[in-house]
T-cell receptor
Framework: GAVVSQHPSWVICKSGTSVKIECRSLDFQATTMFWYRQFPKQSLMLMATSNEGSKATYEQGVEKDKFLINHASLTLSTLTVTSAHPEDSSFYIC?????????????FGEGSRLTVL | AQSVTQPDIHITVSEGASLELRCNYSYGATPYLFWYVQSPGQGLQLLLKYFSGDTLVQGIKGFEAEFKRSQSSFNLRKPSVHWSDAAEYFCAVRTGGGNKLTFGTGTQLKVEL
């Protein structure tokens, strides 16, 4: 199956700093990618839809200025957590949909665990 | 609005025993249904999916699921559980024409040796 890779897999940062997480589709092109956030022992909550060449679409309640999403190429989307605070600590997972046919199947990255001190 | 319910937060089974994880969905039309598995600290891996046709679908690792429209259910089953099956299992539904998935709250499976 298709491969989606995230980097870094884990990161620790100080409060107030910004952190960038990359999501790459390794063997297919993705015009759309999805960013999820997962709190411990909870489900995945969709944060935003990343669109190649245009602005991301954010879900209700997600701060656009806090979670900056860029989708500059057909294989790379980035999530930047700006001015991170301890409450931003979480597991962030990206995914990209199967290209053809469009079945709604998503391929997931390995996830990135962010810890803000 | 569409929703997915996984009634069981935790399930513990003995190795070799059968397994059934429940999933109920709320959606007006025929949904696209998925089961994903997540090992600790990892991303999600697709176990199986249902789009149309045969209501009993086979997946990887010996899992199967049955779509029952009358019960709005898509329960996951495995005849004989292995210790390596211990993980978090998520049911998800795709609705509409986009690729957004709505996930259930997950079921944590523990396997006793």
């Amino acid at each position: 199956g298709a491969v989606v890779s995230q980097h870094p897999s884990w990161v620790i940062c100080k409060s107030g700093t910004s952190v960038k997480i990359e999501c790459r589709s390794l063997d297919f092109q993705a015009t759309t990618m999805f960013w999820y956030r997962q709190f411990p022992k909870q489900s995945l909550m969709l944060m935003a839809t990343s669109n190649e060449g245009s602005k991301a679409t954010y879900e209700q309640g997600v701060e656009k200025d806090k979670f900056l999403i860029n989708h500059a190429s057909l294989t790379l989307s980035t999530l930047t957590v700006t001015s991170a605070h301890p409450e931003d600590s979480s597991f962030y997972i990206c995914s990209a949909p199967a290209v053809s046919p469009n079945t709604g199947e998503l391929f997931f990255g390995e996830g990135s665990r962010l810890t803000v001190l | 609005a569409q929703s997915v319910t996984q009634p069981d937060i935790h399930i513990t089974v003995s190795e070799g025993a059968s397994l059934e994880l429940r999933c109920n969905y709320s959606y007006g039309a025929t949904p696209y249904l998925f089961w994903y598995v997540q090992s600790p600290g990892q991303g999600l891996q697709l176990l199986l999916k249902y789009f149309s046709g045969d209501t009993l679908v086979q997946g990887i690792k010996g899992f199967e699921a049955e779509f029952k429209r009358s019960q709005s259910s898509f329960n996951l089953r495995k005849p004989s559980v292995h210790w390596s099956d211990a993980a978090e299992y998520f049911c998800a539904v795709r609705t509409g024409g986009g690729n957004k998935l709505t996930f259930g709250t997950g079921t944590q499976l523990k396997v006793e040796l």
